[in-house]
């Protein structure tokens, strides 16, 4: 049977001069408080070194910030995890390259009461305000775009379209990839997820600064809440791509593949780098953990239909587009 590779070099065409700012993936990382640790060094703002914690998660690792319920003022409770160098890396970055965006993994938490949220967002340079991310509420699991308007005013929006924003509430205890981005061209700021894909315009034009882990409340709040990161990546593009199969996480002296497409059975990875771990995106983002054991992840499972395969390697996640027959 003729197979079908699959490549995930950097020379695809779709990312073409895409370049990495920052990623993450915490399985270099010791279960341990994340402070202190990677290079550039994590940095924190709110509550103690202990709130930023490496932690298990399946047969990976993940970032766990903890937020506290009781709030006197808001500002007690707030919590955000940064690494520094954003500045210089979006500064040099390819001429025509003026998308900055950013996509990660999140895990929605149990059934909760709480009133906290926990996202990433990024913040301008020099003013310091949030122009642009996402956060999720954990009482609700609803998603909120966060944003700066062209005067300056911090504001947020839910993601779902139409004249009123609709609501759009994701499951609880699943991991989901979500992703902005934001064209410091026009100031056009877009938010994907899991059903929805959202666009908002006259935003405030500014520079990428940082790129902050957040936890914090959103309304008045007395329960405590858990929130976990992975595979954090931030590039600058010249058009905007968030869940698009391609990944040029993979350097060029690498090469990997997949296949067959369409799988039935079994998909064959060949990879010059590690695999840490594989998982099943569906089209909509949402993760599962994957079977993968002698280069092959097992997708007999699966319903038929299209996903994406993710790879945490030692460079970061890649993903590619698949069939399951």
Known sequence: MKRTLLSLMLLGSIYGTAQILQQE???????????GQSSPVYAFLGGANSDYSVVTSGTGKALQISAPGTVITPAIAERYMWKNGLAAAW?????GNNVFQVEYDYFTGSTSTSNNG?????????????FCGLTVHQATKTVLGVYTTATGTNSSTDVGTGTTPAAVTLPANTWV????????????????????????????????AEIDYAAYPLATNTVAS????????????????????????????????????????????????????????????????????????????????????????????????????
């Open 25 to 35: 993936n915490f399985d270099a990382l010791t279960t341990a408080t994340a402070i």
């Open 91 to 95: 500064t040099a970055r390819t001429a």
């Open 226 to 325: 858990i929130h976990l990161f992975d595979n954090m990546i931030a590039r600058a593009v010249a058009t905007e791509s968030l869940n698009l199969a391609t990944s040029d996480v993979v350097l060029k002296e690498q090469s990997v593949s997949i296949f067959p497409s369409p799988a039935t059975d079994f998909i064959n990875v060949e990879s010059k780098a590690k695999i840490l771990n594989a998982y099943i995106y569906d089209m909509t983002g949402v993760r599962s953990d994957a079977n993968f054991a002698d280069s092959k992840v097992d997708v007999r499972k699966l319903p038929s239909g299209v996903y994406m395969l993710g790879l945490k390697t030692e460079n970061g996640l890649l993903t590619k587009k698949f069939i399951k027959k």
């Open 177 to 208: 990839r979500l992703g902005f981005a934001y064209n410091t061209t026009n100031g056009t700021v877009t938010f994907k997820g899991p059903g929805f894909s959202k666009v908002i315009t006259g935003t405030l034009i500014t520079t990428p």
């Open 118 to 130: 926990g996202g990433i967002e990024v913040i301008d340079d020099p003013a310091g305000k949030v």
